[in-house]
């Protein structure tokens, strides 16, 4: 059984630029979720998708949007790139219909923004 | 908004001995879940356990267990018997808006580095 897988594992990107992350979720899950862990913190919750919807969206700006397909994949879309960007980004799956339910994170995409 | 506050950015433990990880959190809310996630070198985050609000009962997962104190909104870790391989990164979080489902976003804590001395 496969876990959430991420990719890539690492990119680096130049200010102003646009980038792509993309997550597979753990076979079952509906629901996505992406979060940013910059250096020495804890991570901080960008968005959550569950049928090809945006559900809930943590406090960044619209620069940061996501996409999910109906494999339940999800895509995070980062533009117009700030220094301040370069973080480790996180993926988790879960499934909607359990409350509770544990979100199952991937390694994660290290994006570093020169 | 929900905040979660880890106080201790490291702690250090020898081998075999128990160690308590300190969590607060602030919220209005009732009804909420609690977790602790631990993440090693590798990066990939791990949930170590979760707690409902609703239960009285503080959760226990072999060597790990909780005290949690609603009251005080304080949800400590306690890990006994510390093995090398529990040296991480812990993480504390919380997820809310329990009642009728729903998204469930989680807040982080900045976390607590373990560091285990053999």
């Known amino acids: 059984d496969a876990g959430v897988t991420q990719s890539p594992t690492h990119l680096i990107k130049t200010r102003g630029q646009q980038v792509t992350l993309r997550c597979s979720p753990k076979?079952?899950?509906?629901?996505v979720s992406w979060y940013q862990q910059a250096l020495g913190q804890g991570p901080q919750f960008i968005f959550q998708y569950y049928e090809e919807e945006e559900r809930q969206r943590g406090n960044f700006p619209d620069r940061f949007s996501g996409h999910q397909f109906p494999n339940y994949s999800s895509e995070l879309n980062v533009n117009a790139l700030l220094l301040g960007d370069s973080a480790l980004y996180l993926c988790a799956s879960s499934w909607w219909g359990l409350v509770g339910r544990e979100q199952f994170f991937g390694p994660g995409t290290r994006l570093t923004v020169l | 908004a929900q905040t979660v506050t880890q106080s201790q950015p490291e702690m250090s433990v020898q081998e075999a001995e128990t160690v308590t990880l300190s969590c607060t959190y602030d919220?209005?809310?009732?009804?909420?879940?609690l977790f602790w996630y631990k993440q090693p070198p590798s990066r990939q985050m791990i949930l170590v356990i979760r707690q409902e609000a609703y239960k009285q009962q503080n959760a226990t997962e072999n060597r790990f267990s909780v005290n949690f104190q609603k009251a005080a909104k304080s949800f400590s870790l306690k890990i006994s018997d510390s093995q090398l391989g529990d040296a991480a990164m812990y993480f504390c979080a919380y997820r809310g808006g329990v009642s009728g489902g729903g998204a469930d976003g989680l807040t982080f804590g900045k976390g607590t580095h373990l560091i285990i001395q053999p």
């Open positions: 076979s079952g899950h509906d629901t």
């Open positions: 919220t209005s809310e009732s009804d909420y879940y």
